[in-house]
């Protein structure tokens, strides 16, 4: 086991690596799951009134706020294609058929401050740069299979791309996820990773028909450049977390805990789907306490054929953890 480190010391290499190179992992185990995550997720207040607003589809526009709106219905409540220097924030999203949010070849995307509940998948960006998902809420994804996803990167590239300290809940039986964030064939930059950060996530798949069913997957199909770190998973599906190829990727530092549901398997997994070679890959100091649906604990596997991946052995396994990881209430907008 490696030595402990104080949380000042954490802290610390916590604010160093929060630059754009989040390749750059803190090292060390702490003494407790808490002083794991010295970035936690603060997300502001949303807006608690909304003007009603019919579903948005913009076309090649740029420069433009999409601020304050309540949009129920449609196929999406907001549809962006090849726009250029969009904020969405402080907006109600829900009920539509198919997505709260999609971005299609966007770039300098900020969607920040939503509330976003009963759509397939919440935020879906196929292709584009520059996307940032943070400090949102997500409630009830409906799937299924391909969607059902909170947030989904689809062949994003380049750098400035984020998906960090969102709120997210499926509630057994209403919600009906595949994958909670899903980064599927998508490229950061040496020194400016993908990054998935400091988000809270409860709730994931029991209904065995998936196509995917874990909380955070990294390297879907491949991909590059990616980072997972400070996330806090309770009972997030078939698996808590997975890296499933690629390269140039860490998973490192995410406190992940399941109770046996109907579809709970294996807390942390390292596979490789992707038809090429998979290099570098990280997963370390992460806490993990995952019971299966017989009832038996497994924390980690990793898939026959590929070996163990760099840091492996650091992982806390059968981690004196439980659901209290996350407050009992995430979800503060309705």
Same mark, same amino acid.
């Given at each position: 086991?490696?030595?402990?480190?104080?949380?000042?010391?954490?802290?610390?290499?916590?604010?160093?690596?929060?630059?754009?190179?989040?390749?750059?992992?803190?090292?060390?185990?702490?003494?407790?799951?808490?002083?794991?995550?010295?970035?936690?997720?603060?997300?502001?207040?949303?807006?608690?009134?909304?003007?009603?607003?019919? $579903?948005?589809?913009?076309?090649?526009?740029? %420069? #433009?706020?999409?601020?304050?709106?309540?949009?129920?219905?449609?196929?999406?409540?907001?549809? &962006? /294609?090849?726009?250029?220097?969009?904020?969405?924030?402080?907006?109600?999203?829900?009920?539509?058929? @198919?997505?709260?949010?999609?971005?299609?070849?966007?770039?300098?995307?900020?969607?920040?401050?939503?509330?976003?509940?009963?759509?397939?998948?919440? @935020? !879906?960006? /196929?292709?584009?740069?520059?996307?940032? @998902?943070?400090?949102?809420?997500?409630? %009830?994804?409906?799937?299924?299979?391909?969607?059902?996803?909170?947030?989904?990167?689809?062949?994003?590239?380049?750098?400035?791309?984020? #998906?960090?300290?969102?709120?997210?809940?499926? #509630?057994?039986?209403?919600? !009906?996820?595949?994958?909670?964030?899903?980064?599927?064939?998508?490229?950061?930059?040496?020194?400016?990773?993908?990054?998935?950060?400091?988000?809270?996530?409860?709730?994931?798949?029991?209904?065995?028909?998936?196509?995917?069913?874990?909380?955070?997957?990294?390297? +879907?199909?491949?991909?590059?450049?990616?980072?997972?770190?400070?996330?806090?998973?309770?009972?997030? *599906?078939?698996?808590?977390?997975? @890296?499933?190829?690629?390269? !140039?990727?860490?998973? +490192? !530092?995410?406190?992940? /805990?399941?109770?046996?549901?109907?579809?709970?398997?294996?807390?942390?997994?390292?596979?490789?789907?992707?038809?090429?070679?998979?290099?570098?890959? %990280?997963?370390?100091?992460?806490?993990?306490?995952? /019971?299966?649906?017989?009832?038996?604990?497994?924390?980690?596997?990793? +898939?026959?054929?590929?070996?163990?991946?760099?840091?492996?052995?650091?992982?806390?396994?059968?981690? *004196?953890?439980?659901?209290?990881? &996350? $407050?009992?209430?995430?979800?503060?907008?309705?």
């Amino acid at each position: 086991m490696a030595a402990t480190i104080s949380v000042a010391a954490l802290l610390s290499a916590a604010l160093t690596s929060c630059q754009k190179d989040q390749q750059a992992a803190p090292v060390g185990k702490t003494t407790t799951a808490s002083n794991s995550m010295a970035v936690v997720n603060t997300a502001s207040s949303l807006a608690t009134t909304y003007a009603a607003a019919a $579903p948005i589809a913009y076309y090649s526009k740029s %420069n #433009i706020t999409i601020s304050g709106l309540s949009i129920s219905g449609g196929t999406n409540c907001i549809a &962006l /294609y090849n726009c250029n220097n969009v904020h969405i924030t402080n907006c109600r999203l829900a009920d539509a058929l @198919v997505y709260g949010i999609m971005l299609n070849n966007c770039t300098n995307i900020t969607v920040d401050n939503c509330f976003i509940t009963n759509v397939k998948s919440g @935020v !879906h960006v /196929y292709q584009g740069s520059t996307i940032k @998902v943070n400090s949102n809420q997500f409630l %009830n994804m409906l799937g299924p299979f391909p969607d059902g996803c909170f947030v989904q990167f689809a062949g994003v590239s380049g750098g400035g791309n984020q #998906i960090n300290s969102n709120k997210c809940e499926d #509630i057994p039986g209403v919600g !009906h996820p595949q994958d909670g964030l899903s980064l599927y064939q998508s490229n950061g930059l040496p020194g400016d990773s993908i990054q998935v950060m400091g988000n809270w996530i409860r709730g994931g798949q029991i209904q065995h028909d998936s196509g995917g069913a874990a909380g955070i997957v990294l390297g +879907d199909v491949g991909g590059s450049y990616q980072v997972a770190r400070w996330n806090k998973l309770v009972n997030p *599906g078939y698996v808590g977390a997975q @890296v499933q190829g690629g390269s !140039h990727i860490k998973m +490192d !530092h995410n406190i992940i /805990y399941s109770a046996s549901t109907p579809y709970s398997n294996s807390g942390i997994c390292y596979a490789n789907y992707s038809g090429v070679l998979s290099t570098d890959v %990280n997963m370390s100091y992460n806490w993990v306490k995952y /019971y299966q649906t017989s009832g038996a604990e497994w924390d980690a596997w990793v +898939d026959k054929g590929v070996s163990a991946p760099v840091g492996w052995s650091t992982n806390y396994l059968k981690a *004196g953890i439980s659901s209290s990881i &996350l $407050p009992a209430t995430i979800i503060t907008m309705q």
